[in-house]
């Protein structure tokens, strides 16, 4: 990054400071992780001076030549890897390419079905604050108490409102998706289904996760996360789907370009042809299963230290630790405090809220591509448990207006805690064995 360095010392220190961070830290948040050089140097390449509004081969502008070969390659890969016969490479990320799904199936104010947000459902999937619920009348889901969809009130609710599409896919759902149930009741309503796998893609491709493809009629996801790419979405086409509905494809495509997005993002496609790529070898079976067993040591540790997990465990990359009412903003600071990166999260039937809520949602897919394995993650669960523990005494206050003056209580706390520190001291111990960038 010579040329970074010295036009713009103030972002290049930025970016230099944010490599330590990644390298010398546990990062635990379940939809990142570290995309390979490769990619980030086609992401990093001049196809982003070019502009290709359009499709391959039907181009609005000219000197599409390498465009065109770039997103032919992507489209293939992509065919390949789940086993669908059309692709959409060019939604920007995961949300536009729900809402291109909404734009091709619904007319405003259809209705549809979703996961809720506060059960692991995604925001775009008709969350009250998400714009998909001003344009549709959208319906939500939930999970039963033990953390497992409920089908029988998905059922019902498809039976009661009709909706004309159906979401299953969520943002946190530790659980496998039931896509064959799901499949049965769209179909029992003449709905069309769509999975959203975007935190599960990159376990679909290697059979490490049961696959949508022939239980969805158009498949999302998004490009990072486990499949590893750069920030970017795809949406898909199944053979069901084009069954349903043969123009299904050309109005996918028609919903991304031109009602939707503009020019495509040509050096994110020459990154997500890259990862596609990188997916194809054997090696990504390899680390896709390995994710699993990571998870599901992590979690088994976990518990073993008394740890309360949603669902007593994990099918997937992740996990949800349910730290009581309001807390999940605590154990997130006081890990932050020993180098390893969380998100705070909802727990299903959350007694707090969004902002403020009861868990935290961790996943392995970052530690796995640093090649951590089980035998880490019994140092992973020892670090978390041993953090959960130091901070045990601190409730969400009673009355929310003394929140402000807990917090400031709690960060001297985790500011000065001496195990937090011996901790964290040890997680830089342990990245030091697993070199990210530093090799
Ligand atoms: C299930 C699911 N769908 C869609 C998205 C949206 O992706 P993006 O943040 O790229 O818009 C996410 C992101 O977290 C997600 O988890």
């Known amino acids: 990054m010579k040329n970074l360095k010295k036009q713009d010392p103030k972002i290049y220190n930025a970016i230099q400071a944010e490599i330590k961070r990644q390298e010398e830290g546990l990062e ?22 070019k502009y290709s509004e359009g499709y391959p081969r039907k181009r609005y502008y000219g000197g599409q030549a390498n465009a065109d070969t770039i997103e032919e390659i ?27 799904v909404y734009v091709a199936t619904c007319q405003p104010g259809d209705t549809v079905l979703g996961q809720s947000l506060t059960d692991g459902g995604h925001l775009t999937h008709g969350w009250k604050a998400s714009a998909t619920s001003m344009f549709y009348k959208t319906i939500q889901y939930h999970v039963k108490s033990d953390g497992y969809l ?42 069309y289904l769509a999975a959203d796998i975007a935190h599960i893609a990159g376990l679909v491709i290697a059979g490490a996760h049961k696959s949508p493809a022939t239980y969805a009629h158009i498949i999302t996801t998004t490009t990072h996360k486990t499949l590893r790419g750069p920030r970017g979405g795809m949406i898909m086409v199944t053979k069901k789907g084009l069954k349903k509905d043969p123009e299904l494809a050309k109005k996918i495509d028609q919903a991304i370009f031109p009602r939707l997005q503009g020019g495509p993002h040509d050096h994110q496609t020459a990154a997500v042809a890259v990862a596609l790529g990188e997916a194809l070898k054997p090696e990504f079976k390899k680390y896709a299963f390995q994710v699993v067993k990571n998870a599901k040591a992590l979690a088994k540790k976990l518990m073993q230290r008394g740890v309360k997990l949603v669902s007593n465990g994990t099918d997937n990359h992740m996990m949800l630790i349910d730290c009581g009412k309001g807390r999940g903003l605590f154990l997130q600071e006081a890990l932050e405090e020993a180098g390893i990166t969380l998100n705070k999260n909802t727990i299903p039937s959350d007694p707090s809220s969004p902002y403020y809520p009861s868990g935290v949602r961790l996943g392995v897919p970052f530690i796995t591509v640093r090649k951590m394995k089980e035998k880490e993650m019994e140092k992973v669960g020892d670090f978390i448990a041993d953090v959960l523990e130091e901070i045990k005494d601190f409730k969400f206050p009673a009355q929310k207006e ?27 111990k342990l990245c030091a064995k697993f070199p990210l960038y530093k090799k």
């Open 74 to 100: 992507a489209q293939e890969r992509a065919k390949k890897l789940f086993g669908v016969p059309h692709v959409n490479v060019q939604p920007y990320s995961g949300s536009p390419a729900n809402l291109a």
């Open 150 to 191: 409920d089908l029988v009130e998905i059922e019902k609710l498809a039976k009661k409102h009709k909706p004309k599409l159906i979401w299953v896919g969520a943002t946190a759902y530790v659980r496998e998706f039931p896509f064959k149930e799901l499949s049965r009741i769209a179909d029992s309503v003449g709905a």
């Open 28 to 49: 635990l948040i379940p939809s990142e992780i570290a995309a390979s050089p490769a990619v980030i140097e086609a992401l990093g390449s001049v196809m982003t001076n």
């Open 402 to 428: 003394d929140l402000k003056k807990e917090m400031v209580t709690f960060r001297k706390f985790i500011g000065k805690n001496k195990k937090i520190k011996e901790v964290h001291a040890e997680v830089k």
